[in-house]
């Protein structure tokens, strides 16, 4: 554990994470004499993520046990995905469309959709929404278009697109 946060009555001293990591990051929500000590993390970063423990010292009370704990997740965007072809597009063939995100929290879903003029979603056993693949078999000249992958989660989307001509 790091301590991030410390108010010491006789030093009337406050750690913060600033200490270890230059900028105004964190600090107490109230003033200390309010009893409510909560406290306040700004700019979040992915490494913030983690459990944090309160621990509250009162002078005349050894019996309690004065500790809160939770857990905190600081969701990440998918970053721009990569759409990629493998596969020889030739009438008859079979390709796979893959997409690819290098972040994210928790981990992108992905949804592959075939733009208009011939708009048309897919499902499995097609398409592979934890992987962000996309299979087309026995390809035709009418299956050439722009085909897009939405990578998704909880904190946002992003998009990438691939020309396929058959």
């Given amino acids: 554990p790091v301590q991030i946060l410390a108010y010491l009555p006789g030093q009337r001293k406050v750690v913060k994470m ?17 009893r409510n000590i909560s406290m306040f993390i700004n700019t979040t970063r992915e490494q913030d993520s983690g459990q944090y423990m ?11 046990k004065n500790i809160g704990i939770i857990n905190l997740t600081v969701l990440v965007p998918p970053a721009a995905p990569t759409c990629q072809l493998h596969g020889s597009a030739v009438v008859g063939a079979n390709v796979t469309l893959s997409c690819s995100s290098k ?9 592959w959709q075939r733009e208009p003029p011939t708009l048309q979603v897919f499902f499995p056993p097609a398409q ?6 996309l299979k087309l078999t026995n390809l035709s000249l009418e299956m050439s278009g722009v085909y897009v992958c939405r990578a998704e989660n909880r904190a946002g989307s992003k998009n990438c697109s691939i020309v396929l001509e058959v």
């Fill in 18 to 34: 600033e200490d270890m990591d230059p900028g105004p990051r964190t600090g107490f929500l109230h003033l200390i004499n309010t």
């Fill in 54 to 64: 309160c621990t509250v010292n009162v002078a005349d009370d050894r019996l309690e």
């Fill in 103 to 111: 972040k994210g929290k928790p981990s992108p879903m992905y949804q």
């Fill in 128 to 133: 592979d929404r934890a992987r962000g693949t």
